[in-house]
């Protein structure tokens, strides 16, 4: 994808605000406030990137993003997740902690550094928090998982990632092992509570509460015969 050349990181922000925001725009003070700035300093980046033909400014509609605005911010997104999964896949870091450290690195810009990335990688489609990452050529893969609360008994899975980013959740789940790939099956729902029993491949089972259950994304998988 041909992101425009040298962006700074400020900018890189406003686009990816922008991009999290808009629906399909965006107010001024909206924005300040998800990227923590006061509403003038937006104004004054909102000018910046709008004469660089990445946003479109109307003063009673907002800001959205243009056709390479959106090309831009899918690039900074796709640097971040492929970030994500090398930390938490290849240097060990727990899903809950990777968001912060991928929060400075998608600010690399070197297209050769993400390419080989994605290669080591293995090309990935989702982020550890199961959310999609843009392709190469900036479209994106449909998003992951139904939620585990909606499983049948009997069912397998692979864990795609969490309905919810709280710090507590991903821990929780990151400590009981609950992590995204890993693979279990439902083998109970406790009728008076709504509890989740799960069994992973080696016979651990955990119990999970119902509110936990609605918050974790999983992929169902063909039910595959013992040790397959
Ligand atoms: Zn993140």
Do not use: C
């Amino acid at each position: 994808m041909n992101a425009p050349a040298l962006l700074t990181s400020t900018e890189e922000n406003y686009l990816k605000a922008v991009f999290a925001l808009a629906q399909p725009r965006i107010g001024t003070n909206a924005l300040a406030d998800r990227v923590q700035t006061k509403a003038s300093s937006a104004t004054d980046m909102i000018q910046r990137l709008a004469e660089k033909g990445l946003v479109e400014y109307e003063r009673y509609r907002g800001v959205g993003l243009t056709p390479s605005g959106r090309v831009a911010a899918a690039a900074v997104i796709r640097r971040h997740r492929l970030w994500e999964v090398f930390l938490a896949e290849k240097l060990g870091f727990g899903w809950h902690e990777v968001h912060d450290l991928a929060e400075e690195l998608e600010h690399v810009q070197s297209p050769e550094l993400i390419r080989r990335l994605d290669a080591f990688l293995d090309t990935p489609s989702y982020d550890p928090h199961g959310d999609p990452i843009p392709r190469a050529d900036g479209t994106w893969p449909t998003a992951a998982g139904v939620r585990l609360d909606q499983v049948p008994v009997g069912q397998s899975f692979a864990v795609a990632g969490a309905a919810d980013r709280t710090d507590e959740l991903l821990d929780y789940l990151h400590r009981v092992g609950m992590v995204p790939g890993t693979e279990w099956t439902l083998v109970e729902i406790v009728p008076f509570d709504g509890t989740r029993t799960v069994q992973n491949r080696s016979g651990r089972t955990l119990d999970l509460s119902a509110l936990a259950a609605r918050h974790v994304l999983v992929q169902p998988q063909e039910t595959q015969t013992p040790n397959a």
